[in-house]
Structures are given as C-alpha cells and as structure tokens.
C-alpha cells in the first residue's frame, strides 16, 4: 500500500499537467477535494465495519479503490474520452478523484482498526500490552517502503521515455499514452500484492469479541 502511495504521489503532477494538460487552477480545485474525500471515507467506515466487517469490507473497498483510481486514464488510452481541454475531463477526474481518494481513506481506516484488533490477540498470547509496538512498526514499515514507490515512478517515466526537463508542449502523444499504458500495470501489481496481505488476515469479530472476554476473565 505504502508502495502504491509513492507511485501514485509522485506522478500525480505528470498525469494532471501532462497526461490531462490541466492548469495550476484546475489541479489546486481538485486538491481541494480532499476534504469532501475525507467526509466520504469518515462516513463510510462505520457503515463498511458494521455490514461487512473490517476484514471483509477493507478486502471490497480496496478492490473498488483499486478499480476507480485509473478508470480515466484506461479511457484515454482506448480513445473513449474527449481531447484535453474539453470540460468534461476536468470533471471527470476531479469526481473520480474524489471518490477515490474516500475509499482509500475508508480502507486506511479499516485497517488501522484491523491491526489495533491484533493487540488483544497478542497480549491473550503474551501477557503484554503492545499497541504502541504495532503501530510504530506500522508507521515505520510504512514511511521505510514509501520511498520504493518513488523509485517506481522513476521506472515508470523511463519506460514511457518521458523527456527530462519537457514542458507540457514538448511532450508527444506516443510518450503520454506510454506513460499511462505503463503506470495502469504498474499500480495495478502492487495494489494487487497489497490486496492479497490484507486477505489472509484471520482475526474475525467473533474471535475478537472471545480475545476481549478472555482478557476480562484474566483481569483482577
């Protein structure tokens, strides 16, 4: 996950002024969005947890994130969407956009819950509380493989020869739909990966529940 945020942050610029020919305007607007994305996924969560529960509901939500992220740039490449500069385009990505970034939020926060469930499991296991060792290990897997997406990136550009130093005038069609055939993959592959950790996690709310009784029997 850490991996596809690197990749993702660091050709967000090249996709919105190149691949899109967006202006500093029109990139600023859908930065913005980020605070409707945040009310997406800080509402969904609850209603995700309690329908599907965590496991289940970050495994859904992870795929339909992984699916909405490049479904414009997927149109692009088969033709399907009108040339830069048309008003729908801005749009178009600014709502995709938007409803991503809030599903990825609402799996974030699934999976923050999932790995804070982990720690009565381990303190019925060893007698110790660690929810501190959990999320520090967390965060620091975290921001130790982040800077391997922003290698990624590096490959991805280099495959899409993408010309260094190139202003959006500069850069040919060949090379635009280069870089987007190349990074759908690419995000696609980890996002995968990530996919498949999160399903091989066993801790149900039933088991759950029978770790916090267990503990509530052990205390004085």
């Known amino acids: 996950g850490a991996i596809a945020a690197g990749l993702s942050a660091s050709l967000s610029f090249y996709f919105s002024a190149f691949f899109w020919g967006f202006s500093s305007e029109q990139i600023g607007l859908i930065t913005t969005t980020v605070f409707v994305s945040a009310a997406i996924g800080g509402g969904l969560t609850p209603v995700v947890s309690r329908r599907l529960g965590k496991q289940r509901g970050a495994v859904i939500i992870g795929v339909l994130?992984?699916?909405?992220?490049?479904?414009?740039?997927?149109?692009?490449?088969?033709?399907?969407?009108?040339?830069?500069?048309?008003?729908?385009?801005?749009?178009?990505?600014?709502?995709?956009?938007?409803?991503d970034v809030g599903l990825i939020i609402c799996?974030?926060?699934?999976?923050?819950?999932?790995?804070?469930?982990?720690?009565?499991?381990?303190?019925?296991?060893?007698?110790?509380?660690?929810?501190?060792?959990?999320?520090?290990?967390?965060?620091?897997?975290?921001?130790a493989v982040q800077g391997?997406?922003?290698?990624?990136?590096?490959?991805?550009?280099?495959?899409?020869?993408?010309?260094?130093?190139?202003t959006p005038v500069d850069v040919g069609p060949d090379s635009l739909w280069q870089l987007g055939a190349t990074y759908v993959p690419a995000i696609w592959l980890v996002w995968v990966c990530m996919i498949v950790a999160v399903s091989r996690y066993r801790l149900s709310r039933e088991r759950h529940e029978a770790n916090l009784a267990a503990l509530a029997e052990r205390s004085p």
């Open 107 to 143: 799996f974030q926060a699934l999976t923050a819950a999932m790995i804070a469930d982990l720690v009565e499991q381990a303190e019925l296991k060893t007698g110790r509380r660690s929810e501190g060792i959990f999320f520090a290990a967390n965060t620091f897997i975290r921001k």
């Open 65 to 99: 994130a992984g699916l909405v992220l490049p479904m414009p740039i997927i149109l692009r490449l088969f033709g399907l969407l009108p040339p830069n500069g048309d008003p729908a385009i801005f749009w178009l990505v600014l709502v995709v956009t938007m409803i």
């Open 148 to 166: 391997l997406g922003v290698m990624a990136a590096s490959v991805v550009l280099t495959l899409a020869q993408f010309p260094k130093g190139a």
